[in-house]
């Protein structure tokens, strides 16, 4: 018998404007729980300004052996690389 919480993955902000960047996983009963452990255990030095929780199992992943299936036909969509451009300066979060 599984006597683990359940597993939720922990998704923290930086900075105000920033991309939430994968932390780490967390065990907990609900969402309020998660929350907390994540606080505690990820922003104990007051770096982040968001947390997002999100059950492990509500995340669906591409498998490896399907790369050449999902990522190659963006090679023929030049207008999705931003290689036709210069990128202005002091331009953030490009």
Known sequence: MDTQLDLWEVFIQKKD??????????????????????????????EGT?????????????????AQM???PSTEKVYRHPTFYVVPAGAKQI
Do not use: C
């Open 17 to 46: 404007g920033s991309e939430h960047a994968h932390a780490g996983s967390v065990h907990a009963s609900d969402s309020k729980m998660a929350l907390q452990n994540a606080r505690d255990i990820y922003t104990r030095r007051n």
């Open 70 to 72: 999902l990522f190659d």
């Open 50 to 66: 968001s947390i997002w929780v999100v059950p492990s199992n509500y995340i669906t992943a591409s498998n490896p052996e399907d």
